[in-house]
């Protein structure tokens, strides 16, 4: 079969399709022949480095299609399910995989295969930092940064929801009309403003109960100067490169802050909280509170291209690979 693969860390053009085999599912597994792989900030830090793996490697976390293997054991799954998974192993750009059955979910009858690949990583992102790392309530105030991005675009569709006001913080003009359509009471365009200064007038002074981040690097200052007495700093990815390190004292400083740096894998460690988280995302998408929009298509042999553009900042939503 056709699977991407990296011998050495670097920029995009060290990913290549390459021709592997793949063996029969070993016990407690089951291989999914993938109709769509989604594609994830995570899959740019597998490939420079910053997230060391053993090389040379496969690459990709996610990925959505049919059941065509089990292997011993497994009772959840039969042959011809449709299936997804998005907590690895990696080696998601490929034809298919073996994944562990208690890894995967059943995808819901309505939901296409594109959707899926397109909403179960950031999406299960967005219900755990917005359900658990930080639960909402109606009335509070969070920040979200790259609001038209993959994770971003659901996050704020689940804030509205839950009833919270939105401060979206985009790139540019283009992106703050996605962030208003997908319902942000306020959008900042962090090309021409200063996000602190403008989270302040938004909020009377006072600042937000929450900031979710995944910037990083350039937006470390700004969440810090955004939050509200006892408010938390959710960092939960580096776009921009990492946030940096600092003293706790800073935290006092600026209002007796939390911080935290959440991932997707402990908020799904068990089968039951991956289920649970799936299942709470599944049903917000069933219902309409949260709209996945189509993701942008390469083929499999585009992945590299795939990469520059999301990490030239040009994508909106998610993005998918077609094998
Ligand atoms: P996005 O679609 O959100 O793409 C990243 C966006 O970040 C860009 O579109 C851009 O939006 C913004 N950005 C700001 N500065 C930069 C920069 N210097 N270079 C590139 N992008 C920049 O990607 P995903 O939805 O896949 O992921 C979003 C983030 O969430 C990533 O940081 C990822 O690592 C993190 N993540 C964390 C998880 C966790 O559990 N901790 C799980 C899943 C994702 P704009 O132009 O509007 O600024």
């Known amino acids: 079969m056709k699977a991407v693969r990296f011998g050495e860390t670097g920029g995009p053009e060290v990913l290549r399709l390459e021709d592997v085999g793949i063996a029969a599912p070993g016990p407690g597994q089951i291989r999914i022949r993938h109709e769509a792989i989604g594609v994830n900030f995570i899959d740019t830090y597998h490939r420079t480095g910053l997230y060391p793996l053993p090389l040379p490697s496969g690459i990709g976390m996610e990925a959505a299609g049919v059941v065509e293997a089990v292997g011993e054991g497994v009772t959840r799954f ?105 319902g942000a ?67 006092a400083a600026k209002g007796s802050l939390f911080f935290t740096r959440p991932t997707l894998m402990h908020y799904t460690r068990t089968p039951a909280l991956l289920q649970e988280t799936a299942d709470d995302l599944f049903g917000v998408i069933a219902s309409g509170a949260v709209k996945v929009a189509q993701p942008a298509r390469y083929t499999l042999a585009d992945a590299a291209q795939a990469h520059r553009d999301l990490e030239a900042r040009r994508t909106t939503g998610s993005v998918v690979l077609v094998p």
């Open 78 to 182: 039969a042959v011809g399910d449709r299936a997804g998974y998005c907590s690895g192993p990696v080696g998601a750009y490929a034809e298919a995989q073996n994944v562990p059955a208690d890894r995967a979910v059943k995808l819901p009858e309505a939901m296409s295969f594109d959707i899926a690949a397109a909403a179960m990583l950031k999406g299960m992102t967005a219900r755990y930092l917005l359900r658990r790392t930080f639960p909402l309530q109606r009335g509070q105030t969070c920040v979200i940064h790259a609001a038209a991005g993959g994770v971003g675009q659901i996050a704020v569709q689940w804030a509205k929801h839950l009833g919270a006001t939105v401060i979206a913080v985009v790139g540019s003009d283009a992106k703050a009309e996605i962030a208003r359509a997908l």
């Open 185 to 251: 009471d306020h959008v900042i365009v962090s090309a021409r403003e200063q996000i602190a200064a403008r989270v302040r007038e938004l909020t009377g002074g006072e600042g937000a109960d929450v900031v979710y981040d995944s910037v990083g690097k350039d937006t470390f200052e700004a969440s810090l100067n955004s939050l509200k007495p006892l408010g938390m700093f959710v960092s939960y990815g580096n776009a921009s490169g990492p946030a940096p390190a600092f003293e706790p004292g800073i935290l």
